[in-house]
């Protein structure tokens, strides 16, 4: 399996961006996806996770009720749509999937500027 993400971009703070990932062939092998986010000097960090089939999503507290993950299986995509964007969330965001025959797969990231 092969992730690759789209969307990233320069926004003003309070602005909007709909992040893209779209695996290479069928999600049927896929347990979970998510994505992460890396900002200059700081650790890799989760933001956002939901299960094949959405039956279960989770969030980290910072973005709670500003981003929602959702995926379309039938495209073999999942989204992140982010609202009310801030400085702070400028970063590398990553595609992550979780599958039983491949293991932890990562996308190549895509940088997200949030401008003050």
């Known amino acids: 399996v092969q992730l690759v993400e789209a969307g990233g971009g320069l926004v003003q703070a309070g602005g909007s961006l709909r992040l893209s990932c779209a695996a290479s062939?069928?999600?049927?092998?896929?347990?979970?996806m998510g994505w992460y986010r890396q900002a200059p000097g700081k650790r890799r960090e989760l933001v956002a996770g939901?299960?094949?089939?959405?039956?279960?999503?989770h969030y980290a507290e910072s973005v709670k009720g500003r981003l929602t993950i959702s995926g379309d299986n039938g495209k073999n995509t999942m989204h992140l749509q982010m609202n009310s964007l801030k400085p702070e969330d400028t970063a590398v965001y990553y595609c992550?999937?979780?599958?039983?025959?491949?293991?932890?797969?990562w996308g190549q990231g895509t940088q997200v500027t949030v401008s003050s």
């Open positions: 992550n999937a979780v599958d039983i025959v491949a293991g932890n797969v």
């Open positions: 939901i299960t094949t089939g959405g039956a279960r999503s």
């Open positions: 062939e069928s999600t049927s092998s896929i347990l979970a």
